[in-house]
């Protein structure tokens, strides 16, 4: 089993910009998708952006045009990169791989804390 781990987070200010990566054991890129996840205190986890085997990317509408997800498949990398960040994007960060057989790993996380 594929095992991930997150960095990158940390306290930034409102408008500033952090890069999360997520290191996986295997590679990245035979898995059907690659994706980030953020679950802010008290709320339930929510689908932050998602990259596939074939390259499609997708956000979610809260983040579009500030964030960006990509995979460097010789790293084994999934990368975030969020740009005027907000506070209401202060959460713990997930990173999530999804196999062909529909098989789901999950990082740790790693907290992301926006001050105003």
């Known amino acids: 089993q594929v095992q991930l781990v997150e960095s990158g987070g940390g306290l930034v200010q409102a408008g500033g910009s952090l890069r999360l990566s997520c290191a996986a054991s295997?590679?990245?890129?035979?898995?059907?998708?690659m994706s980030w996840y953020r679950q802010a205190r008290g709320q339930e986890r929510e689908l932050v952006a998602t990259?596939?085997?074939?390259?499609?990317?997708d956000y979610a509408d809260s983040v579009k045009g500030r964030f960006t997800i990509s995979r460097d498949n010789a790293k084994n990398t999934v990368d975030l990169q969020m740009n005027s960040l907000k506070p209401e994007d202060t959460a713990v960060y997930y990173c999530?791989?999804?196999?062909?057989?529909?098989?789901?790993?999950w990082g740790q996380g790693t907290q992301v804390t926006v001050s105003s």
């Open positions: 295997g590679s990245v890129a035979t898995m059907r998708r």
């Open positions: 990259i596939t085997s074939g390259n499609m990317i």
């Open positions: 999530y791989a999804q196999t062909y057989y529909y098989t789901s790993m």
